[in-house]
């Protein structure tokens, strides 16, 4: 299932970067307009930021419902839902590698070689987890 999302088509993306997401807004690089494998990738990020604003709506929906001293907190628990994907991926390097793992897994789906090898080396050299390449290509494979 897709959630909904807005995608820009731009080339103001870093020189590695084919695609980008941040919460419900994805840009792609425009030589890669009709690339399904990094529009798939790319809508993985957007399905992880969701999850997370489900945990914030079911954690506000548990708030409003509690006593009369806590309805006005469920503001803050959506927003902290919101923020949960972005936080998580910046802070946690498992998450991290996860997160970018199931991506590259489904991205890998849509092209009819096997790109699995590439995009371990995507995962090794571009987020910052300082894993080998058996490493990241074992979380694609598993994940």
């Given amino acids: ?53 489900l945990i914030g709506a079911l954690a506000a929906l548990a708030i409003s419902s509690m006593s009369s001293e806590w309805p006005g907190y469920w503001p803050l628990a959506l927003s902290a839902g919101g923020a ?5 991926y910046l802070l946690l390097p498992r998450y991290r590698l996860w997160a970018e793992a199931r991506a590259y ?15 371990a080396g995507f995962i090794t050299t571009s987020y910052g987890l300082e894993i080998t390449p058996g490493t990241a290509l074992d979380a694609i494979t598993k994940c």
């Fill in 84 to 88: 949960l994907h972005p936080l998580a």
């Fill in 105 to 119: 897994r489904i991205q890998a789906t849509h092209y009819p070689d096997d790109r699995t090898r590439l995009f």
């Fill in 1 to 53: 299932m897709r959630c909904p999302s807005i995608t820009i088509y731009t080339d103001n993306l870093p020189d590695n970067v084919g695609g980008c997401a941040n919460a419900c807004v994805v840009r792609i690089r425009t030589k890669y307009r009709s690339d399904a494998g990094i529009h798939a990738h790319e809508a993985e990020h957007v399905r992880q930021w969701y999850v997370g604003v």
